[in-house]
């Protein structure tokens, strides 16, 4: 007999192999490559021969999943781009050429082997628009029909794997039911919402027709290998009692986990499922029967001093690493695990008596609300986990706290809520209705007469079955804050009252319900109506002096990007600026539009491009434009901030984002390329922010923090058209946690420098130790409304200086002469030296931005390294009085 010891380097790799064996079966991977598809007309086999790895598949074209079928045509240069130009004219459309024109199969090999003993391998689909059929190596997966776009799907496909491991998966997919006759309308002729799917694909005032009406596997799909137990759909609950505060030691809070666990065995199984939260684990022994599928609740778990989890500019988001596992009683190995990310946090929300509206608080503490409306990130539901980094990134960069997700589109994929929890945004989401198609309002332009739209969809159970299954899919994300049962409009009664009354309570009982986005509910002006908007571009005072609904779910503007982005999109034959021509008999605004930016929904800017003199061309249009922006969203989210708690609890602006070559509503264009009004509104944002009232004249402070600020410094200077600095004042001020106070009146000082050219205004936030807090920077009109001055302003040059941090990471620092003349509204931009093109996304701490006499300033800037990569990289930079320059980036 061998009693020889084993080395201790023998001992450390058994060790090794034994902790590795515990975790080394569950695991998943996604089938996103090798996918190939054709039209179903021009396929002869049944799904079963079709999907037999012995039939020769010949002729077929790579097709795009997660993706569309339109994605797969374009990316094969069958259609043109239809974000660009008429190009979309150019694509048939569904309504016209029928269902079967977009009716594809699509098929994917693959390798996985019948797996041994109780594992099991599961297939995943996370959604497919809008009904398919599934067959695997010559079987028929879904032996019940699979239908609409936001079920999740998961089958046990042991069973169905090839003994060479050699696997065909071929799924053909059907077009929403019923596509909806694009005519013009909202949602087109309406009928496109008596599918359970997406609402604007048939076309909206801010996008055309998606001509197939986004049919295909649009979401992801993946093989998932578990032993004979999985875990599915954990639940998270954290419960955070009292009021907290965002430092210090911290009272316990409440951590309650249950999930629904599946035994695929043939025989009972015995084990402990368990979780590790901050080095503590908490187990609980369960069995499971013979095919049982039960939901088990694990012990409370009271964590002590824990990380509480705040919204962005309130607190750090902190995110705590959570496995979840099942590991049986008679195996080695783990069944199956789940890795989250939990964030601790407690939301909840109060009727304000005084405001007539809905009041926010998050871990105990109030939240003015300032939230961006999102439609989604690609029309063509071209998602990636970079592309939802960089808009909610974007969205975060702009102050905001909430982002709300409109009803015509969809519930949000899981990547959107991780970078919503990372960055501490806080989510509204809708469900699928509108006042638009569902009825709400009279519209000549529908098929259907009201009281039919109120009872759309046609299926109200696959509506319930897809809302819970949504529910399950978000509901652990910290970020997610409230449901909203549609978008101007409530469910069908027999829709609202079990979601309300029975889902919700089941599935998620921890966020507000409220049953529509202007709800009586959300908010109610003095005489208890309810609404939102306007929409349109405003006069800067409508914001200080007219009071609208005290929780404005949507209000919005302009967001005509510059040349670079218009370029981006528009052939040169209609690069044209539109030309304002006065107003009609009826005072409504006349303008000359080309007819690419009307096919693109552009929103007009009117007369307020006019103040700063006659446009020369498409550049100068788009350079004053872009002060426009800034003015309206700063103006905006100022004028509800100087009123926080008194006529207001919130707003939401009507849009941050377009999913398409839109003209209208956004801080960054489709191509992820910020214009001013990102700028502008992070200024009109800002936490702690010193703010002009273009009515009175007034100077007030708002104070967002939870905590008072004492000692802080408002500075104010003015200055003329020559950059001549005139100080006001330096004055203490004193402020209360969240709140907002009016400073003092400079009215008559401001108003007699302006008089005849327009003058400067800045006003800064210093504390004790002189560092800046905020610095914010106006343009005055002359006595007429005219900026005049502006016109022949001084040309101005600035020293640019940029320094690398780290790969991606810029500090550019802009130094004006003292003796020179403002600096007036420099854009920056990292460009690619080759091609003369931005590079996007990059993300700075300030842009568009003014340096005086003798000022330096500092702008961190940030991109991914890939995107520089291999690139030679310059930073550009232009003003209203700044000259183009160009500084070579040696990395």
């Known amino acids: 007999m061998n009693t020889a010891i084993p080395s201790t380097k023998t001992i450390y790799l058994l060790t090794l192999l034994t902790l590795f064996s515990l975790f080394s079966f569950a695991q998943s991977y996604e089938l996103n490559k090798g996918w190939i598809f054709r039209n179903y007309k021009e396929v002869s086999l049944s799904g079963e021969k079709l999907s037999d790895p012995s039939s020769v598949i010949q002729g077929w074209k790579p097709a795009t999943v997660p993706g569309t079928v339109l994605t797969g045509m374009l990316n094969n240069q069958e259609i043109p781009d239809p974000f660009f130009g008429m190009n979309n004219n150019k694509i048939p459309d569904i309504y016209t050429v029928g269902r079967d024109y977009y009716t594809y199969w699509f098929v994917n090999d693959f390798e996985e082997g019948i797996p041994t003993g109780d594992k ?122 009292g009021k907290r505060e965002t430092s210090g030691i911290q009272q316990p809070a409440i951590i309650k986990v249950s999930t629904t666990l599946r035994n695929a065995a043939n025989r009972p199984i015995s084990g402990a499922l368990q979780y590790r939260l901050d080095g503590q684990l908490v187990k609980q022994s369960v069995t499971l029967r013979p095919q049982e599928e039960k939901e088990i609740k694990l012990p409370d778990l009271i964590l002590k001093n824990p990380k509480l989890w705040w919204p962005s500019n309130y607190g750090q988001p902190y995110l705590y690493p959570m496995e979840l596992s099942f590991v049986p009683n008679a195996a080695k190995t783990t069944s199956d695990k789940k890795d989250l990310k939990i964030g601790i946090r407690e939301i909840q929300t109060y009727w304000n008596p005084h405001t007539r509206s809905r009041e926010v608080a998050v871990n105990g503490q109030k939240i003015f609300i300032k939230g961006g409306n999102w439609i989604i990130s690609d029309a063509m539901l071209r998602f990636s986990k970079e592309r939802y980094d960089a808009e909610i990134r974007f969205h975060r960069d702009m102050n ?13 994929r899981p990547e959107f809520y991780e970078a919503c929890d990372r960055y501490g945004l806080l989510v509204f989401q809708d469900f699928w209705m509108s006042g638009d198609c569902n009825g709400r309002w009279e519209d000549p332009l529908k098929k259907d007469d009201q009281w039919t739209r109120r009872q759309y969809p046609d299926d109200h159970q696959l509506f319930l079955e897809s809302a819970a299954d949504m529910i399950k899919m978000i509901r652990n994300h910290p970020s997610l804050a409230f ?29 507000w319900f409220v049953d529509y986005s202007n709800s009586d509910a959300m908010s109610q002006n003095d005489i208890g109506g309810n609404g939102d908007g306007p929409y349109g571009i405003q006069d800067i005072k409508t914001f200080w002096a007219d009071k609208t609904w005290p929780f404005n779910s949507e209000v919005g503007s302009v967001g005509v990007g510059d040349l670079e982005s218009l370029k981006r999109f528009l052939p040169e034959e209609n ?119 273009p009515v009175d004249g007034f100077v007030s402070i708002v104070n967002n923090h939870f905590e008072k600020r004492n000692n802080i410094m408002l500075v104010i200077h003015a200055y003329d058209m020559q950059g001549k600095a005139y100080p006001i004042t330096k004055v203490f001020a004193f402020m209360e946690p969240s709140s907002v106070k009016k400073i003092m009146s400079i ?62 990471e810029y500090a550019v620092t802009l130094a004006n002469n003292e003796h020179d003349n403002i600096a007036f509204f420099n854009r920056l931009a990292l460009v690619d030296n080759l091609t003369h093109q931005r590079i996007l996304p990059t993300f700075y701490s300030d842009n568009y931005l003014s340096v005086v006499p003798g000022e330096k300033k500092t702008v961190m800037i940030s991109v991914d390294p890939a995107l520089t990569r291999g690139k030679q990289v310059v930073l550009t930079n232009a003003g209203w009085n700044v000259k183009q320059t160009a500084v070579l980036i040696s990395e």
């Open 120 to 241: 099991q391998v599961w297939l995943h689909f996370r959604g497919i628009n809008y009904s398919c059929e599934i067959f695997l190596n010559g079987k028929k997966v879904n032996t019940k029909p699979f239908k609409g776009m936001y079920i999740r799907k998961r089958f046990n496909i042991t069973k169905l794997l090839a003994s060479n491991g050699k696997n065909r998966l071929a799924v053909i997919v059907y077009p929403p039911d019923v596509v909806g006759n694009p005519n013009g309308g909202q949602g087109g002729d309406g009928t496109i919402a008596k599918n359970v799917g997406l609402q604007y694909t048939a076309g909206w005032d801010w996008i055309k027709p998606i001509r197939d009406r986004n049919t295909g596997i649009w979401d992801k799909v993946t093989i998932e290998k578990t032993g004979a137990i999985s875990i599915i759909d954990p639940h998270i609950i954290t419960e955070v009692p």
């Open 400 to 412: 905001l706290n909430l982002i709300r997700i409109w009803g015509g589109a969809l519930v949000e």
């Open 483 to 511: 449901y909203c049962g549609g978008n101007e409009i409530t469910p069908p009664d027999d829709i609202l009252v079990p979601l309300r009354d029975s889902i919700l309570p089941k599935l998620d009982g921890t966020r």
């Open 575 to 693: 690069q044209i600026a539109p030309l304002f021509t006065g107003f009609n008999a009826e005072g409504r605004v006349q303008e000359t539009v080309d007819s690419v930016w009307q096919y693109h929904t552009y929103i007009g800017y009117g007369e307020h491009i006019a103040p700063y003199g006659k446009t020369n061309n498409l550049e100068d249009f788009a350079n004053k434009a872009q002060l426009v922006n800034y003015n309206q969203y700063r103006g905006l989210m100022e004028g509800f901030s100087a009123h926080m708690w008194d006529w207001y609890t919130g707003t939401i602006i009507w849009k941050t984002q377009n999913p398409w070559t839109s003209l209208r509503g956004q801080m960054y264009d489709y191509y992820l390329d910020p214009n001013a009004g990102l700028y502008g509104l992070r200024s009109g944002s800002e936490p702690l922010h010193a703010m002009y009232n």
């Open 747 to 808: 009215k008559k000082q401001i108003d007699e420098l302006a008089k005849d050219k327009g003058a400067f205004l800045r006003l800064q936030l210093m504390d004790a130790g002189q560092h800046l807090l905020s610095d914010n920077f106006y343009w005055l009109p002359d006595a007429k409304g005219y900026y005049s001055g502006l016109t022949d302003m001084a040309n101005c040059k600035l020293d640019i200086k940029v320094k690398q941090i780290t790969p991606g």
